[in-house]
Nanobody
Framework: QVEVAESGGGSVQAGESLRLSCLVS????????MAWYRRASGKERELVAR????????EYADSVKGRFKISRDNDKNRVDLQMDNLRPEDSAVYYC?????????WGQGTQVTVST
């Protein structure tokens, strides 16, 4: 069993930055790849960024390339998403995802709101 919990959301103005964190607990040694997803109001969930078990970023959504950076610290059981130069279209609930022992684990989500 693995638990995933996000933190760090909030309300900012366009151009500002936020850093989201995802802490993993439980059977952390079983966790493989992890990712951040988001769901904007009225839209489907989309992949924002994903990272390998070893901490290598593997994919970014085109809309966030060059602005967002995913990182991982396995000693701290943590994956972060540094979000710079935020835009109103980045407003969404951000979810942390972890794959462990063939199962999918999701956090509750953290709201990010970017105003003009």
């Amino acid at each position: 069993q693995v638990e995933v919990a996000e933190s760090g959301g909030g309300s900012v103005q366009a151009g500002e930055s936020l850093r989201l964190s995802c802490l993993v607990s439980g059977k952390t040694w079983t966790v493989g790849g992890m990712a951040w997803y988001r769901r904007a109001s009225g839209k489907e969930r989309e992949l924002v960024a994903r990272i390998t078990r070893g901490g290598v970023p593997r994919e970014y959504a085109d809309s966030v390339k060059g602005r967002f950076k995913i990182s991982r610290d396995n000693d701290k059981n943590r994956v972060d998403l540094q979000m710079d130069n935020l835009r109103p279209e980045d407003s969404a609930v951000y979810y942390c995802y972890a794959s462990a022992s063939g199962l999918d684990y999701w956090g509750q989500g953290t709201q990010v709101t970017v105003s003009t």
